[in-house]
């Protein structure tokens, strides 16, 4: 039979008994469902990436520095600067830099150090979208994502209290530094944060009594290295926490040099001194001594007479 005739014949037969794909091939509607649904107007790409693991993650910078006692008796002990000029935006900086220059603020940097099973929003892996927090003021577990206020990053030195205890002489760029260093940031439970507020180690503690060293210890590197004082209270509650771990290791650090304007002096006022005297008598008109040049003298009469210039450029007594 000639082929094209056979093939014919087959083809019939397959129309008329029906035929079935091999199961081995994805059937069209199969193939539909792998292609994603296009983008709705408005709606983002969202992309979250794993970046830790659950392993348990311990919030806060790493402290391998020398011992917190030694530097904590290094730290000037002075009372409290007024808050006069205090602005939190303005002398600190209006919102997060990048202060370790990795392309992603300090906020994003906090939060994806102390969480484990941190997920991002973005590719570039910046932007935290969710993670769990073993907050160490309090001592709770955090599940945490966007936008559920319950997770904030503190600062471990108050911006308000380093403003009273020496920030005034700092540079701008030194204070935005400071506001965005690494060793001064920790993700916190949002209420015990707002509770701390600007008070220092004197005026609060974290509730979590097993944090307390490392937050005394991060506390006085960080006042360390931006050239800060302690008040005398502070320091009394300072060494008090230390007591109990004389082995703390603070944070290695370099003491900043202040690189803010110097505040203004008042000048000294010129002082005149009063002209001396000459010993005996003067007489009016008469020659008187290169030596004797600005001083005073009584005539016989008792009047006073100058050894100044006349009009010829000689010295003489004139009244």
């Known amino acids: 039979m000639p082929r094209k ?3 014919l014949l087959c083809a019939a037969i397959l129309v008329l008994a029906g035929c079935s794909a091999p199961a081995d091939s994805p059937s069209l509607a199969s193939v539909s469902e792998t292609v994603p649904a296009p983008l709705s107007a408005g709606q983002t790409l969202v992309i979250e990436r794993a970046s830790t693991s659950s392993k348990k ?3 806060g910078p790493k402290l391998n520095g020398p011992k917190a006692t030694t530097m904590l008796k290094s730290l000037s002990v ?13 002398k600190f900086g209006n919102g997060w830099k990048d202060f370790d220059k990795d392309k992603c603020d300090e906020r994003q940097d906090t939060l994806s150090r102390d969480m484990s099973k941190v997920k991002f929003k973005d590719r570039k892996k910046c932007t935290v979208a969710s993670g769990t927090l073993n907050d160490k003021y309090t001592g709770k577990r955090i599940n945490w994502k966007v936008k559920s206020g319950s997770v904030d990053i503190d600062h471990v030195v108050a911006l308000k209290n380093a403003w009273i205890s020496g920030a005034q002489k700092l540079s701008q760029s030194q204070r935005q530094a400071l506001a965005n260093d690494p060793l001064n940031l920790i993700a916190a439970d949002a209420s015990a ?6 008070k220092n180690t004197a005026e609060w503690l974290p509730k979590n009594k097993s944090f307390r ?8 590197s ?13 320091k009394n509650a300072m060494t008090k ?8 290791k603070g944070a290695k650090v370099t003491a900043i040099k202040p690189a803010g304007s110097t505040p203004k002096t008042t000048p000294k006022k010129k002082t005149t001194k009063s002209p001396g005297t000459v010993k005996g008598t003067v007489h009016p008109g008469s020659y008187c001594k290169n030596v004797d040049k600005g001083k005073r003298g009584k005539s016989a009469a008792g ?17």
């Open 57 to 59: 993650v311990s919030a």
């Open 5 to 7: 005739i056979f093939a």
């Open 213 to 220: 060293c490392q937050y005394v210890a991060t506390q006085i």
């Open 222 to 234: 960080v006042k360390k290295k931006y050239a800060l004082s302690v008040t005398k209270p502070e």
């Open 303 to 319: 009047k006073l007479y100058t050894c100044k210039y006349d009009a010829n450029g000689k010295l003489r007594w004139r009244a």
């Open 241 to 248: 926490v230390l007591n109990s771990c004389r082995n703390q």
């Open 78 to 90: 002075k009372g409290k600067a007024a808050a006069t000029g205090y602005n939190r935006n303005k």
């Open 193 to 198: 944060n707002r509770q701390k507020g600007e």
